[in-house]
């Protein structure tokens, strides 16, 4: 007799029943291990494909900033530009209407209008000769109270400051579409 032959038969089932399931799960840890490893390659190589979409992405946002950047730069370079123009051409014009009324203050310069001579409505009637020694050529002429004409130039001078701003405004406004 052998010593398996010793032990009863129910006991003998459960030694091979035992036997069975420590092959089994040596067996089964094993190939978890070989499919651990085949996963953790293929995760590695997933997180490298991710890692370098990242970069990917982050370059082509950088790009799209300098390229922004860019072009806010230039807009701003047009704005200035266009700003000392119309800086230039305000200061021109009021440094212009200075002048001129300096002169009418000191009686250097007179401003008259034209009189229409066939004006029969007022009841005056204007001669349409021209007086002797007089330089001003075509019809009859009156020369304005300097303090009119002062406020005329005044008047002139806020209109032309109005259309030098409101250039300014469209100058702007271009360049602003332009840059879109």
């Known amino acids: 007799m052998s010593l398996v032959d010793l032990i009863p038969a129910p006991y003998r089932l459960l030694a091979v029943g035992v036997l069975l399931i420590a092959s089994v799960g040596g067996s089964a840890a094993s190939a978890w291990k070989v499919q651990d490893w085949r996963y953790g390659k293929q995760l590695a190589e997933q997180a490298g494909l991710h890692k370098d979409d990242l970069i990917a992405i982050s370059n082509a946002a950088a790009d799209q900033v300098r390229t ?52 029969t409505a007022s009841g005056d009637t204007v001669s349409a000769a021209t007086p002797t020694g007089s330089v001003v050529h075509g019809g009859t002429r009156a020369q304005l109270d ?5 406020r005329i130039i005044g008047i002139t001078d806020a209109g032309d400051q109005g259309l030098i701003a409101l250039a300014a405004c469209q100058a702007y406004i271009k360049a602003v579409l332009i840059s879109r």
Do not use: C, F
Not at 146 to 150: E, N, R, Y
């Open 68 to 119: 922004v950047l860019d072009q806010r730069l230039a807009l701003e370079q047009r704005l200035s530009t266009s700003e000392q123009i119309h800086y230039k051409e305000l200061n021109d014009a009021q440094r212009n209407q200075a002048r001129l009324l300096d002169r009418l203050a000191t009686a250097d310069l007179r401003l008259s209008v034209l009189l229409d001579a066939t004006d």
């Open 146 to 150: 300097p303090a009119h004409a002062q």
